[in-house]
């Protein structure tokens, strides 16, 4: 069992720059891909960014490319998404997500089917 806990919400105003951590304790850590999805009010879940067990791989999805930055310190098991130059339509509630299958698999497309999930933060972006 694979424990995720974010954090690093709250309001913030456009163009702004938070950083979310999320911590996941334990010595597995390092076999996992992570990853972080977002949901807005009255959409679905969307894939926001993933990174490989050695940072060897990263994707992320077009919306945030160029503005948002996946990495990860194995050595203190915690997975970081860096947000800049953010926008209202940003807004949603932030999840971590972790899962033992490499970086290139279907479930990271949606969601369906990740292993492990933090509770998630949200992040409110002003005008």
């Known amino acids: 069992q694979v424990q995720l806990v974010e954090s690093g919400g709250g309001l913030v105003q456009a163009g702004g720059s938070p950083r979310l951590p999320c911590a996941a304790p334990?010595?597995?850590?390092?076999?996992?891909?992570m990853g972080w999805f977002r949901q807005a009010p009255g959409k679905e879940r969307e894939f926001v960014a993933r990174?490989?067990?050695?940072?060897?791989?990263?994707r992320y999805a077009e919306s945030v490319k160029g503005r948002f930055t996946i990495s990860r310190d194995n050595a203190k098991n915690m997975v970081f998404l860096q947000m800049n130059s953010l926008k209202p339509e940003d807004t949603a509630v932030y999840y971590c997500?972790?899962?033992?299958?490499?970086?290139?698999?279907?479930?990271?497309?949606?969601?369906?089917?990740?292993?492990?999930w933090g509770k998630g933060t949200l992040v409110t972006v002003s005008s």
């Open positions: 990174i490989s067990q050695t940072s060897a791989v990263i």
């Open positions: 334990g010595r597995t850590f390092g076999s996992y891909t």
């Open positions: 997500a972790a899962d033992t299958l490499g970086p290139y698999g279907s479930k990271w497309s949606s969601g369906t089917g990740i292993e492990y």
